[in-house]
């Protein structure tokens, strides 16, 4: 029976994707020597968000979701980023594949506010396996078992990378979901006053705001 290893070697952007995409590239490797003749991989993501430093600026930022840095030692914790799952092809030994995750610039979902609070370093994730794997049995036949539940890998994910692919699908821009009452509140003052664009609606409000609001 094949017994599989995992190791994430790099991750990148995906250009030209409908949504901003990911791809982590995920060696797998089979230390039993049988053919593999596919894997239906599956994989969640965790974000250990006790596993990196941060300073001052980023303490600031992140505030919003583990509140004031005197609480972290009950607030910081590991989160879920994503579920997602790859069918891998035929190898022999091992393997290099693409694991794509669909990614948001929703700041109302705690991971977005979490990696924009970053300024820079890396990110550290925990992937987590499952799955079952399909190879060829002594005589030949088909055989399928699960990949163990405890197999996982490590990977620490630069901001950078992050960054340059939300630059990449949204270039100097950024999304905010809003209650669509809320939404048509902000319309209406906006065809009231003539103001072209919603940018501008926005930062004539935030000039009329109390100075540590603009701040």
């Not at 600031?60 to 979701?65: F, I, M, P, V, Y």
């Not at 340059?164 to 979901?177: G, K, V």
């Not at 103001?195 to 540590?212: G, N, S, V």
Request: aromatic share 12%.
């Amino acid at each position: 029976m094949p017994d599989l290893s995992f190791q994430v070697e790099g991750a990148s952007a995906v250009p030209f994707a409908a949504a901003p995409l990911l791809a982590f590239q995920v060696r797998l490797a089979n230390a039993t020597g049988e053919t593999v003749h596919t894997v239906a991989l599956r994989c969640q993501i965790q974000i250990e968000a006790t596993r990196r430093r941060y300073g001052a600026e980023e303490q600031a930022r992140l505030r919003d979701l583990f509140g004031e840095p005197e609480r972290w030692g009950q607030t910081l914790r590991s989160m879920l980023w994503t579920h997602t799952s790859v069918v891998v092809p035929r190898f022999t030994g091992s393997t290099l594949v693409d694991v794509q995750v669909p990614c948001t610039f929703d700041f109302n979902i705690a991971v977005v506010k979490y990696f924009g609070g970053l300024v820079d370093g890396e990110i550290p994730l925990c992937f987590q396996f499952s799955g079952s794997v399909f190879y060829a049995g002594a005589g030949g036949d088909l055989q399928v078992a699960p990949i163990s539940w405890d197999k996982e890998a490590r990977f620490r994910l630069p901001v950078k990378t992050w960054n340059e692919m939300m630059d990449l699908y949204f270039p100097n821009s950024a999304w905010l979901y809003l209650r669509r009452d809320v939404l048509e509140r902000l319309h209406r003052h906006k065809m009231e006053r003539g103001i072209p664009t919603w940018e501008q609606a926005l930062e004539e409000l935030l000039d009329r705001a109390p100075e540590e609001v603009r701040r």
